[in-house]
């Protein structure tokens, strides 16, 4: 098998990420196997119909009754209840939300978990927390789309596909990575590229993703430059596309082109004041909180908080600064412009 290399440039060494594209993997692993997806969330519902379509053997794994169960059956899917996927399955690929994963692995997988069987994720952290101890006479694999489920399912009726991350956590059957590379060409990753990782990496640089840049720290500066123009006495409407709305249209060049491709595509003044004075609104200090938060996820500090937290309040562990967000005034000035740019979609 041929592989091609991606080089990562980062301090203080050159790291080398191991990729593969569509002619270096083959179905035929796994051709013959049968994958039990254990939920039906968007991530489930756009990997479970892109492995069937693929021609893999596929069941869905549901709570007999829930609402996805019907909604699967209405797709096509083979659907049983989770112990019985389970017994079926040479693969069990778990796509429920995390904090759910042990008390379902504990409760339906455990118990009817068939020997030399996979163990296969789309997020790292129930294994690499030990939230799950997976039986030692199985294989313990991961395939990490990188985008919603949505644009996942999108793209492969696309003819294309999402990047996604592999990993091995176990290789019990000497055959771990042959199935993860096939389910990671079955949803479609190996099209556009997928690239080796470990449980440990993903899980790390997901989660500080998230928190420092993707959700908080794009919530946190948007509020911030938001607040800035209007306690200095502009519009807030104004305010809104300044700080918020006009924020997709650069993601949109930066994912497209890189953050230079991004600066070549924008006027000589943004350049300029982008380049100047960007170091001043995100500087130092910044950085410096940054590896605060990273070193909290490196030693558990975040994950022992998360479990214990929703172990007290469930779901109802974010809705306190959820209310916060939704009564802060660029949610609610946005919902009015939001509703007059798409005004025939449901905004919120």
């Known amino acids: 098998m041929s592989h091609l290399y991606l080089v990562l440039r980062s301090a203080p060494a050159e790291i080398m990420a191991k990729m593969w594209h569509d002619d ?7 051709k013959d196997e049968t994958i039990a997806v254990i939920g039906y969330g968007i991530q489930g519902a756009a990997q479970a119909s892109n492995l069937r379509d693929s021609g893999l053997k596929v069941v869905v794994g549901l709570r007999e009754g829930g ?16 112990p019985d996927a389970v017994k079926a399955a040479d693969i069990v690929h778990v796509l429920i939300p995390d904090m759910e994963q042990a008390r379902i692995y504990k409760q339906d997988i455990k118990p009817n ?3 030399g069987a996979a163990l296969s994720f789309s997020h790292g952290a129930a294994i690499h927390w ?7 006479q199985s294989d313990v694999i991961m395939v990490a789309p990188k985008s919603p489920g949505q644009r996942v399912r999108e793209l492969y009726l696309e003819n294309f596909g999402t990047p996604s991350l592999v990993a091995v956590e176990q ?9 993860i590379l096939g389910m990671a060409k079955g949803i479609g990753s190996t099209r556009p590229g997928i690239l080796q990782t470990t449980f440990k990496e993903e899980v790390e640089s997901d989660w ?15 509020k911030n430059a938001f607040e800035t123009l209007v306690e200095a006495g502009y519009q807030p409407e104004i305010a809104y596309f300044e ?8 993601v949109d060049l930066v994912q497209k082109y890189g953050i230079s491709g991004m600066y070549r595509r924008v006027s000589e003044t943004a350049r300029y004041g982008g380049l100047t004075r960007g170091k001043r609104a995100i500087g130092p200090e910044v950085k410096k909180a940054m590896k605060k938060d990273l070193k909290e996820i490196q030693d558990g500090t975040f994950a022992k908080e998360w479990v214990s937290v929703y172990e007290k309040e469930g779901q109802k562990s974010f809705q306190k600064y959820m209310d916060a967000l939704e009564a802060h005034q660029v949610e609610k000035v946005g919902m009015k412009l939001r509703k007059m740019m798409w005004p025939n979609d449901q905004v919120t």
């Not at 030990?130 to 030692?136: D, E, F, G, L, S």
């Not at 700080?243 to 650069?250: A, D, P, Y």
């Open 113 to 115: 978990f068939q020997k």
């Open 171 to 179: 290789d019990y059957t000497k055959r771990a990575w042959e199935r």
């Open 208 to 222: 500080f993703g998230e928190q420092v840049d993707l959700c908080g720290g794009v919530e946190s500066m948007v």
């Open 24 to 30: 270096d993997v083959s179905l035929g692993p796994i």
């Open 243 to 250: 700080t918020l709305h006009e924020l997709k249209l650069i």
């Open 67 to 82: 609402k996805s169960w019907a909604k699967a059956k209405s797709e096509g899917h083979k659907v049983m209840t989770v």
């Open 130 to 136: 030990k939230w799950i101890v997976a039986p030692k």
